[in-house]
C-alpha cells in the first residue's frame, strides 16, 4: 500500500500489478477500480487482501483498447452517493409538501 499524508489525515491506496493477455498480446495494468482508491488503513487493508500476490484474478479492459484494464466495475463510494441521493430526494419531497400545506393554510 502507499501512503499518502496530507494536512488533516493519512490516507493509503492498494497497490496492485497484474498482468493479462488479449489476443497474445500480454499487457501490464495496475488500476483497481475507475475512481481513486484512497481509504482509511483498515478499508485499504481489506481491498489489497482481496488480491493476493500470485493470484488468478478477472480484469476487464476496454476491447477498442486492451491496454486500458481495471479490475473492479463498480465505483468507489457509490453506496455513498446513492445514499446522499436518496436523502436529498427525500428532503426536497418533505419540503415540497411542507410548502404546499403551508399555501393550502393561508387560503383560507
Partial sequence: MDD???TASTTYEPAVKYT??????????ERIGYCPTQFDYGTASKNIFRYPVGST????????????ALLETKGAGSKLFISLGIFFLVVGVCAGCGVMVYGLMNLR
Fill in 4 to 6: 499518502m499524508e496530507g
Fill in 57 to 68: 484474478v478477472r480484469v476487464r479492459y476496454d476491447p477498442q483498447d486492451p491496454a486500458k
Fill in 20 to 29: 493479462y493477455s488479449v489476443a497474445e498480446q500480454t499487457y501490464t495494468g
